[in-house]
């Protein structure tokens, strides 16, 4: 499976961005799907992830309620909304075809990343 992830940039605090991640491959209905992030200085951490089917997601507790994420199996694409950015959401966007576990040992296989950056 390759991964393409795009649709960073800069925004505002309160602003939003969508992360797309754009899959090849025909197994990609065969994977959980992940977006994970790594901001400077830290570790790469868990974002969320989503199911194949879509029916099951799981998020770090710091983005719930303001992040979702979403799969489309025909467009073989997972998508990243975030919503209500705050200034630590700034990092390296990465997605990742993925295990069920909501860590980053399950990642099998990475995208590139794509910078978020907000400013307050």
């Known amino acids: 499976v390759q991964l393409q992830a795009s649709g960073g940039g800069l925004v505002q605090a309160g602003g939003s961005l969508r992360l797309s991640c754009a899959a090849s491959?025909?197994?990609?209905?065969?994977?959980?799907m992940g977006w994970f992030r790594q901001a400077p200085g830290k570790e790469r951490e868990f974002v969320a992830n989503i199911s194949w089917s879509g029916a099951r997601t799981s998020y770090v507790d710091s983005v719930k309620g303001r992040f979702t994420i979403s799969r489309d199996n025909a467009k073989n694409t997972v998508y990243l909304q975030m919503n209500s950015l705050k200034p630590e959401d700034t990092a390296v966007y990465y997605c990742a075809a993925q295990t069920r576990a909501a860590t980053v040992s399950s990642a099998m296989y990475w995208g590139q990343g794509t910078q978020v950056t907000v400013s307050s």
């Open positions: 491959g025909r197994t990609f209905s065969s994977y959980y």
